[in-house]
């Protein structure tokens, strides 16, 4: 299979899935969707059926705990849940660098999704506001009316104005270029670190939307982690902060505001 030379995929297996669903989550601030979707296919024990190269990702190899060398590649999975849904879970190491890239693999995770009978395209995302909170809103946008009411009725909050850039956004779109439902359901975070939380209260709603019972207790136990980590920042930021106001001058003082840079 491939697509004007930039996309290839090499089959492993053809699943036969029920009713499935597409779910897409991609590298990106915060790691929200690509969080998520991991963990959807460690509960699940979702088995990879499909693999995607495109010219379009990043020029770079990631290294293995085992010290050897992977391209960059996406991979689709199929997790059969037992319930009314099965799961067709993409994701992969980057999104594509191009225009051209995010709209040909966007696309073809799409029709690929449809030929295996997807009755909807999801995608999970960040809604990044820049700020640490204690509560992570889910965000969610659809291609119809019905099925925004469906998230609202969820606890989703609409969108109604913005962009969903990249992969995200584009997914949904072609989801409606071929005829098929879906939507988007994007997690706030801060963005200035991989945010578990938000990827946690994505799938709360994704498992309500979808009446699909998702464990999640490992990922709570990262989220554990990741908010001891938030708090050691935030203390470490109020100090630097104290320091140079202590330090005396108009011009060494800071915004109490500023949140400290991404760090991983």
Do not use: W
Request: negative net charge; hydrophobic residues 35%.
């Amino acid at each position: 299979m491939a697509n004007d030379g930039v996309i290839t995929a090499t089959d492993i297996f053809t699943p036969e899935p029920k009713n499935p669903v597409v779910i897409c989550g991609l590298p990106g601030s915060g790691y929200v969707g690509k969080v998520a979707v991991e963990h959807l296919v460690s509960v699940f024990k979702a088995k990879r059926f499909r693999e995607y190269n495109s010219s379009s990702f990043p020029p770079q190899a990631n290294i293995g705990d085992d010290g050897t060398v992977h391209r960059l590649k996406g991979e689709f999975y199929y997790a059969k849940t037992g319930q009314g849904n099965d799961l067709l879970i993409f994701t992969a190491d980057a999104q594509p660098t191009t225009s051209r890239g995010e709209y040909e693999l966007s696309e073809t995770v799409v029709k690929d999704g449809k030929a295996l009978g997807a009755i909807m395209v999801i995608s999970l995302a960040a809604y990044i506001t820049g700020s640490f909170s204690e509560e992570r809103r889910v965000f969610g946008t659809s291609t119809s009316l019905e099925l925004t009411k469906r998230l609202t009725d969820n606890g989703v909050e609409q969108m109604k104005e913005g962009t969903i850039t990249g992969m995200n956004g584009l997914v949904v779109g072609m989801a409606e270029l071929n005829s098929i439902d879906g939507f988007c359901l994007l997690g706030e975070t801060s963005g200035y670190v991989v945010d578990p939380s938000a990827s946690q209260k994505v799938l709360e709603a994704l498992s309500r939307i979808l009446d699909v019972k998702i464990d999640l207790t490992k990922l709570s136990e990262r989220v554990v982690e990741a908010n001891e980590l938030i708090g050691q920042i935030q203390r470490m930021a109020a100090e630097s902060e104290e320091g140079v106001v202590e330090a005396g001058g108009a011009t060494g003082q800071t915004d109490p505001k500023r949140q400290p840079g991404y760090i991983g």
